[in-house]
């Protein structure tokens, strides 16, 4: 049974940082991109970051560029994203996903909230 569980969010002063994980399991983690969204309150869910298999291809919204870090554990079947910098406007539930077999998988989420 293929499960993503998020970790790591919380409440954050502005500038700050957090790190959140996301777990995988019932699947080949090795093999598949992994990506982390977001939604805040009242707005659409957005894509803010994917990684390649094997790490070597990232990608990011404009909004997180310089501040956010994707990165996998394919070891501990793991990705991460660290979020430096934090602003207001980060405050979100943050997911990961996976396309697995032309379905997506979605986490539960974990809430970040950015204020002071």
């Known amino acids: 049974q293929l499960q993503l569980v998020e970790s790591g969010g919380g409440l954050v002063q502005p500038g700050g940082s957090l790190r959140l994980s996301c777990a995988a399991s019932?699947?080949?983690?090795?093999?598949?991109?992994m990506s982390w969204y977001r939604q805040a309150p009242g707005k659409e869910r957005e894509l803010v970051a994917a990684?390649?298999?094997?790490?070597?291809?990232?990608n990011y919204a404009d909004s997180v560029k310089g501040r956010f870090t994707i990165s996998r554990d394919n070891a501990k079947n793991t990705v991460y994203l660290q979020m430096n910098s934090l602003k207001p406007e980060d405050t979100a539930v943050y997911y990961c996903?996976?396309?697995?077999?032309?379905?997506?998988?979605w986490g539960k989420g974990t809430l970040v909230t950015v204020s002071s």
């Open positions: 019932g699947f080949t983690f090795s093999r598949y991109i």
């Open positions: 996903k996976v396309r697995f077999n032309g379905v997506d998988y």
């Open positions: 990684i390649t298999s094997a790490g070597g291809i990232t």
